[in-house]
């Protein structure tokens, strides 16, 4: 089979990192959830606050936060007691979940593939990811079912057959997983774990 390479000659290394740059930050998970609902917060917050202080300003505040005793409080209150050091403390930590949130990757739905090419990005759902995998390991002689589960870099295979012992099924499947995954081409390597289930008697 001609691949891509063999066409246009291997591409320049730089090239070839800059690509895989690329790809990896446009297929990189976002966790969207916790920004929309911090967003929809501060903005709630920020609209009663405002209008607390309109209202105010006209002469009739709405009441809807304490703001006489929140003053008065904040007078005669200093830092070293412990309630402010105990509400300091535990804003800091809601900051930093927050931002360990923002951080850290969220659950991808794209598999990256490799193009060598930054100005072309390539990537496939779990679902097609699944079917590929599932379609090359039920073409192996002896399988009569598949069942594949992608978790993270994990592919996982569980196929059953009609034969009652076939020891070398398994590395067979495995093979023909990842030859298809080499034709494939992701960026991230992946582990295959393959489990057959025997015909019983």
């Known amino acids: 089979m001609t691949t ?6 291997r591409p320049d290394q730089g090239v070839d990192r800059e690509a895989r740059r690329v790809a990896v930050h446009t297929f990189r998970p ?6 929309v609902i911090t967003g929809f917060v501060i903005l709630i917050v920020a609209v009663v606050a405002a209008a607390e202080v309109i209202a105010a300003l006209a002469g009739s505040p709405l009441g ?21 050091q105990i509400a300091s403390a535990l804003l800091a930590l809601i900051g930093l979940v927050l931002i360990a949130a923002a951080l850290a990757p969220g659950r991808g739905h794209w598999t990256a593939l490799r193009t060598d090419d930054p100005a072309l990005v390539v990537g496939m759902t779990r679902s097609a ?18 069942g594949v ?10 196929v059953r057959t009609g034969m009652r012992e076939a020891p070398e099924l398994p590395s067979e499947v495995t093979a023909a997983v990842e030859r298809r995954l080499e034709e494939l081409a992701p960026l991230r390597s992946l582990r295959i774990a393959t489990h057959v289930r025997y015909a019983e008697g």
Request: proline share 5%.
């Open 30 to 35: 976002r966790r969207s959830w916790p920004a």
């Open 64 to 84: 809807l936060f304490p703001v006489g005793s929140a003053a008065e409080y904040a007078q005669a209150t200093t830092w070293s007691q412990p309630s402010v």
């Open 129 to 146: 990811l699944r079917r590929a995998v599932a379609a090359a390991a039920q073409d192996v002689d002896g399988v009569d079912h598949v």
């Open 149 to 158: 589960h992608v978790r993270g870099s994990r592919i996982r295979v569980q």
């Open 4 to 9: 891509v390479e063999e066409v246009l000659g």
